[in-house]
């Protein structure tokens, strides 16, 4: 049917309507708060390229995890800045590193928040590699046996959930065997199975201290260009045990998350980056775009391509704009 029998604009004329009909609704229960954990004490020290975040020592993360439980928001994922590092990322697998000790004490302090923490050696290590490096190579075997190391040290200090970022081959199968062996049966594995060598994590990699000091990471990252190779990859991560799968940036990468979400039946989430959570506070500091509706129009595309949870900064701002929206207002 067309004009003037089908009008489109009928279900759009008021908020009530609109409400309505709505087809996508993003919650705080959808969002996971990533949070940056460093030594000492009253630490809160502001990350310049993304502004509104901090690295946090463990009591000033306490603070910031708190708030974010009260506004709704269920997870949050931790990443570690160690004060010292070597080749082979030893304070990664620490029994008191610092996202040990930080997991201790989140759930000792919130024992109903979910605690997510991320395994990779990047942070640890000297070099700024995902893995260890032989004759400037990025050794995939040998690194895994380290990653399990860092993932069982995770679950023992209380992780809900671990979240191998590295992209080495067969790291999920190593992770979930040592896991098992170990006893931590329960404790989930949220896989970053499509993670594309991409450009938008230049902020993260400030925050995190954890860019490569040689060369770069396209031998083991995925490549932007394909997306066939997005499905191998997930399909491999869940047959090796994975619980959730991740497609990491979100925004270039929206077309993955819904192939995704289309071909399999696993929860799955993605990753709203550092460089796309720092163009839109950028752009809104230059007076060139409403940053709280680019905010929520960016997260709702995420949401409406198919992820089931989305690893966001904007978490706490998106979630007070959901509170006062109340229901169906996003």
Not at 12 to 32: A, F, H, K, Q
Not at 264 to 279: H, I
């Amino acid at each position: 049917m067309l004009y003037p029998d089908t009008r489109g604009r009928r279900l759009r004329r008021s908020e009530g309507i609109r409400r309505m009909v709505r087809e996508t609704r993003l919650s705080p229960e959808d969002l996971v708060l990533p949070l940056f954990v460093v030594g000492g004490n009253d630490v809160r020290r502001p990350i310049e390229a993304m502004p509104g975040q901090f690295q946090f020592s463990i009591d000033r993360l306490l603070a910031a995890a708190r708030e974010a439980y009260g506004l709704g928001i269920p997870a949050v994922i931790l990443f570690g800045v160690p004060d010292r590092k070597d080749a082979l990322g030893t304070s990664a697998y620490a029994a008191d590193g610092i996202v040990q000790r930080a997991v201790r004490s989140l759930k000792e302090a919130l024992p109903d928040l979910v605690v997510i923490t991320d395994v990779c050696l990047c942070q640890y290590t000297d070099h700024g590699h995902c893995g260890i490096v032989e004759k400037g190579r990025i050794h995939n075997d040998a690194t895994l046996e380290l990653l399990a190391r860092t993932a069982v040290s995770h679950a023992k200090a209380g992780a809900d959930l671990v979240a191998p970022s590295d992209m080495m081959d067969g790291r999920v199968a190593e992770i979930r065997e040592a896991l098992d062996e170990n006893g931590f049966e329960e404790v989930a594995i949220l896989a970053y199975s499509a993670k594309y060598c991409s450009a938008f994590y230049g902020p993260f990699r400030t925050a995190a201290d954890s860019a490569p000091k040689f060369g770069d990471r396209r031998s083991y990252q995925m490549d932007p260009a394909n997306a066939l190779e997005a499905l191998r990859e997930v399909t491999m991560d869940i047959e090796e045990g994975a619980d959730i799968v991740m497609v990491k940036p979100a925004l270039a990468y929206l077309d993955i998350i819904q192939r995704v979400r289309q071909e399999f039946d696993l929860p799955v989430a993605a990753y709203n980056v550092s460089g796309e959570y720092a163009m839109i506070k950028a752009a809104e500091t230059m007076g060139w775009l409403d940053g709280k509706r680019a905010m929520m129009e960016t997260l709702t595309a995420i949401k409406r391509a198919g992820a089931d949870l989305i690893l966001t900064y904007f978490a706490p701002e998106a979630a007070r704009l959901l509170r006062d929206a109340g229901p169906g207002g996003a």
